[in-house]
């Protein structure tokens, strides 16, 4: 496999490109979506939730804390999550610029 050359790439590209990565993953934004609507930090229901085995709901949870749009917290036994608000408006920031400075032009 070759080299990405991510480092050609400014900061907010590299950024940018690294959570439309982890986003694509419809599991990922079904989990974001059930946890946003949720009043307390969420534990074990993820599971009953979304329909898909713990190992998976755990790896793809691993990827959401690991970009920042999750924290969690141990509580028991159990690991519960919840939507980290400034990574989330951070996100909401950038994609903002991105979309605002693409000029709207045709063919």
Not at 20 to 27: E, I
Not at 66 to 74: D, P, R, S, Y
Request: net charge neutral; proline share 1%.
């Amino acid at each position: 496999m070759g080299i990405t050359k991510t480092q050609i790439f400014n900061t907010k590209q590299n950024e940018l490109a690294q959570f439309f990565k982890v986003l694509g993953h419809p599991a990922r934004i079904s989990i974001l979506q059930h946890i946003s609507k949720q009043n307390a930090c969420i534990c074990n229901d993820l599971v009953e939730e979304i329909g898909l085995a713990q190992a998976t709901i755990s790896q793809h949870l691993k990827e959401l804390k690991g970009i920042g749009l999750l924290q969690g917290e141990i509580e028991g036994k159990s690991m519960c999550y919840c939507i980290n608000i400034d990574r989330w408006n951070e996100l909401q920031e950038l994609l903002n610029s991105f979309f605002n400075t693409t000029k709207h032009n045709c063919c």
